[in-house]
């Protein structure tokens, strides 16, 4: 089993930054990527950011040049640092983790007002 602890969500004016952290615990040695995805009132869930257990990073077009996935081996926590956010990044940000299955957070709610 994995558990995923996220935080950071909040509310932030269009233009400004946030910083989203994703804690695993449990069979965290058997991890082989984590990231993010988002879904928006009335879309389906997309895929935001991923990095691998070998440091490879993917992001969504949507985002490329604004957001950068990280990640601290010690503290088993994966960083989504989002700059310029707009309007349309506002969802619900769910961090996952990939092993034999995917495992997902909770949720945290990210709003960009106008």
């Known amino acids: 089993q994995v558990q995923l602890v996220e935080s950071g969500g909040g509310l932030v004016q269009a233009g400004g930054s946030l910083r989203l952290s994703c804690a695993a615990s449990?069979?965290?040695?058997?991890?082989?990527?984590m990231g993010w995805y988002r879904q928006a009132p009335g879309k389906q869930r997309e895929l935001v950011a991923t990095i691998t257990s070998g440091g490879s990073t993917n992001y969504a077009d949507s985002v490329k040049g604004r957001f950068t996935i990280s990640r601290d081996n010690v503290k088993n926590t994966v960083y989504l640092q989002m700059n310029s956010l707009k309007p349309e990044d506002t969802a619900v940000y769910y961090c996952?983790?990939?092993?034999?299955?995917?495992?997902w957070g909770q949720g945290t709610q990210v709003t960009v007002s106008s």
């Open positions: 996952y983790a990939r092993n034999v299955r995917i495992w």
């Open positions: 449990g069979s965290i040695f058997s991890i082989n990527a």
